[in-house]
T-cell receptor, first 119, second 109 residues
Framework: GAVVSQHPSRVICKSGTSVKIECRSL??????MFWYRQFPKQSLMLMAT?????????EQGVEKDKFLINHASLTLSTLTVTSAHPEDSSFYIC???????????????FGPGTRLLVL | DAKTTQPPSMDCAEGRAANLPCNHS???????VYWYRQIHSQGPQYIIH???NNETNEMASLIITEDRKSSTLILPHATLRDTAVYYC??????????FGQGTRLTINP
């Protein structure tokens, strides 16, 4: 149990284009999903927290107009990197949590990550 | 959330027990200790978590000191596949996980 998938696993795009990354919880309902970013040789940094049906809460320094998050269902959240630039190249990882049902309420389960390269 | 301190790297021989320490001296009463690991180019994998009591599952054991200011993750019989970065995180119910630099554990044949 507690499987989280991401699609695509890697993507290469041209500067100025938008890229959408999907995060799905496969065997539980993820009321809350989180998006992280990880640059090479660095640790994970939380970008935003999203609750199903409401607006995402962004961490300080993360541009909400650049990183659009949609959490329209209990099993799917999407992150869209708008007008991507080379400095947005990174490893994007989502996680999911079901706050009301143990053991899924007690921790976050992570997806495999999406590697974005902007040329 | 309370901060944690971990050694930057450790080595362990294959087949031996790997003991990874973590200090969290400012932990508050309602904060859990979580352990995750990240194998290269993958998302973090949940290992175990605990509040006060020692915990054990199929992957590892978590030993928390009585004052809760430190803990140790034990991988009883380390294999080469256990080579990863191990993160010790203190959080209230996984509402927000703050990742530090972790411990890079290398299992040697």
């Amino acid at each position: 149990g507690a499987v989280v998938s991401q699609h695509p696993s890697r993507v290469i795009c041209k500067s100025g284009t938008s890229v959408k990354i999907e995060c799905r919880s496969l065997d539980f309902q993820a009321t809350t999903m989180f998006w992280y970013r990880q640059f090479p040789k660095q640790s994970l940094m939380l970008m935003a927290t999203s609750n199903e049906g409401s607006k995402a809460t962004y961490e300080q320094g993360v541009e909400k107009d650049k990183f659009l998050i949609n959490h329209a269902s209990l099993t799917l959240s999407t992150l869209t990197v708008t007008s991507a630039h080379p400095e947005d190249s990174s490893f994007y990882i989502c996680s999911a949590r079901e706050p009301h049902r143990p053991p899924f309420s007690e921790t976050q389960y992570f997806g495999p990550g999406t590697r974005l390269l902007v040329l | 959330d309370a901060k944690t301190t971990q050694p930057p790297s450790m080595d362990c021989a294959e087949g031996r027990a790997a003991n990874l320490p973590c200090n969290h001296s400012t932990i508050s009463g309602n904060e859990y200790v979580y352990w995750y690991r990240q194998i290269h180019s993958q998302g973090p994998q949940y290992i175990i978590h605990g509040l006060k009591n020692n915990e054990t599952n199929e992957m590892a054991s978590l030993i928390i000191t009585e004052d809760r200011k430190s803990s140790t993750l034990i991988l009883p019989h380390a294999t080469l596949r256990d080579t990863a970065v191990y993160y010790c995180i203190v959080s209230k119910g996984a509402q927000k996980l703050v990742f530090g630099q972790g411990t890079r554990l290398t299992i040697n044949p």
